[in-house]
């Protein structure tokens, strides 16, 4: 198995709070994603990063912001978190790019409840 | 209009049984990607592939890049093959980000 955790696992928090997600790799990958998963929803991007320091927006990227200061981690930022996302949370690895042809890896998912 | 879609939404098999999960696509690919989804929510890639046709095991995956469409087959299914399957395509993009179907659940029966 790919070395990807995500922390915390489980979390529920009040409208209105900042939440941060980590996404923490041991692979040394260049390419690191976040995604959310929702019923009725294929998974879709939030947001994703080509090497540190350098990220892009996804297909779902209001609300969320992104950092990766270490090749290693990335973290996703919920500045004042709505209960529209409320969601599970995965991050994903892949070596490199060539247009979708690498395989990514899953971290086990963060299930996210904002009340 | 989604970009993936795949059919059934939910199959329900008794063990031992023939699976087929369709994927169509409307969009331009490099390559099209398989994973499955356990009950427990993990998620892990089972194939990649951009022609032709693929086998791992019990499992084999085939796509017509003429008609834009891709099938994941399972022979002779057992209940932990139940999951959810999903297939999501890579569009080509210079950052390898994929577009995912909504996924297939699968229950096999004993």
């Known amino acids: 198995d790919a070395g990807i955790t995500q922390s915390p696992r489980h979390k529920v928090t009040e409208t209105g709070t900042p939440v941060t997600l980590r996404c923490h790799q041991t692979?040394?990958?260049?390419?690191m994603y976040w995604y959310r998963q929702d019923p009725g929803h294929g998974l879709r991007l939030i947001h994703y990063s080509y090497g540190v320091k350098d990220t892009d927006k996804g297909e779902v990227s209001d609300g969320y912001s992104v950092s990766r200061s270490k090749t290693e981690d990335f973290l996703l930022t919920l500045e004042s978190a709505t209960s529209s996302q409320t969601s599970v949370y995965f991050c994903a690895i892949s070596a490199g790019t060539s247009g979708g042809t690498d395989t990514q890896y899953f971290g086990p998912g963060t299930r996210l409840t904002v009340l | 209009k989604n970009e993936v879609e795949q059919s059934p939404q939910n199959l329900t098999a008794q063990e031992g049984e023939f699976i087929t999960i369709n994927c169509s696509y409307s969009v331009g690919i490099s390559a099209l990607h398989w994973l499955q989804q356990h009950p427990g929510g993990g998620i892990v890639s089972l194939f990649m592939?951009?022609?032709g046709k693929k086998k791992h095991g019990r499992l084999i995956a085939t796509i017509n890049i003429q008609e834009k469409h891709s099938s994941l087959h399972i022979t002779a299914s057992h209940p932990r093959d139940s999951a959810v399957y999903i297939c999501a395509v890579g569009n080509g993009g210079s950052q390898g980000n994929l577009i995912f179907g909504k996924g297939t659940k699968l229950s096999v029966k004993p």
């Open positions: 592939l951009s022609s």
């Open positions: 692979e040394n990958h260049r390419y």
